[in-house]
């Protein structure tokens, strides 16, 4: 299959115009310029016209979607999620939990191994129970809990290798062990819903944490004389720290002073999102808790508790665009980055997160106005673009 369009964001760079080659599920060439042959509409070829192709988001964190949530354990939502945030253009998603208790942790972590062997999920991010008391935000705070080296144990076990990463309050009691103990596993440690100060995250970083969760929300806030974890985790080069850009989370002047601080590679863009992303405003549920929806803003009922987000990743990275400071190309480079490179990284994705060579054909097709009008998935039309595509190279009637 050939693709031609007018942008192409490809590993290297912009192409403009730019053409890519399909094979097996997998990009097998990208280019500038002419393509390497003429477009045969019988092999699947398609020009795009002046569309921009970008890779396929990953979300590295995520609680549902489309009225379906991972924290359920059950398989029906967690497939009514994915296929929510495909159409979105998230084509590599982790499956995202909150704090349970001990069984209904075990049983749970079992069945999104089981969808993560499928392939429907790229596998588990565990938010709890190892969380702090003082920064739950929307976690069940009687299930909160130090990490006991055996729970880990059992948890590890159930996941078998498909727990991709933990999140968890390094200032708890054995919290440093955990850090080392959930590294050991294979999986990444994360640091968040934290009340630690400048010196324990530091500390959590030294021991192997290399994320920070929803970087300012649910964490000690930065004071002039106590930094806190925010600082912690933003200045070391070793974390890559996740920002919620969702217009509720963090004001757009956070999003511009990270990026900035942290450089191309350190900013992974998250959703955060829970099952009423894409839905409509109503009653919903985030693991034990009840959530409110109004005006498109998740709040744990009765309270002013912002509990996930109700975004999609398209609208993550039109916002960080809109919200960049930046000529336009730019904030889409920087924005690619942010949604599909770095966060693969992070977690060590090695077959997606790039347009290059060898990697799956994961793309996104957007408008100029950066709505989605395509999504592929290793080599497949997820949603196949409008048809009436303006050629590249010519002039729209």
Known sequence: ??????????????????????????????????????????????????????????????????????????????RAAVELHRRHGTTTSIASLVTAGPAELLRIVGVMAELTDDGLIAGTHLEGPWLSNERPG??????????DPAELD?????????IRMVTLAPERTGGLDAVRN?????????????????????AA???????GTHLFNAMRPVHHREPGPVIALLEDPRVTVELITDG????????RDVSHVAG???VALVTDAMAAAGMADGAYRLGALDVTVADGVARLTGSDTIAGSTATMDQIFRYAVQHS?????????????????NPAAALALTDVGRLAPGLWADLVMLDTDLTVDGVMRRGSWITAPVAGAVPVGSTAP
Do not use: C
């Open 1 to 78: 299959m050939l693709l031609t369009a007018a942008t192409v964001i490809a590993h290297d760079g912009l192409l403009q115009p730019g053409w890519i080659q399909i094979d097996g599920g997998r990009v097998t060439a990208a280019g500038a310029g002419p393509p390497p042959r003429a477009p045969n509409p019988d092999l699947g070829d398609q020009d795009l016209g002046d569309r921009i192709v970008v890779p396929g988001f990953v979300d590295m964190h995520g609680h549902g979607g489309g009225g379906g949530a991972f924290p359920t354990g059950e398989a029906d939502q967690a």
């Open 138 to 147: 929307a976690h069940e705070q009687p299930q909160l809990r130090d990490p």
């Open 154 to 162: 059992r948890v590890f076990t159930a996941g078998r290798g498909t």
């Open 182 to 202: 959930v590294v050991a596993a294979g999986a990444v440690a994360a640091v968040g819903h934290t009340d630690a100060t400048y010196d324990e995250a530091k």
């Open 205 to 211: 970083v030294d021991a192997g944490a290399t994320v």
């Open 248 to 255: 509720v989370h963090l004001h757009p002047a956070l999003y």
């Open 264 to 266: 191309p590679d350190r």
């Open 325 to 341: 400071g930046l000529p336009f190309l730019d904030g889409v480079l920087a924005a690619v980055r942010q949604t599909s490179a």
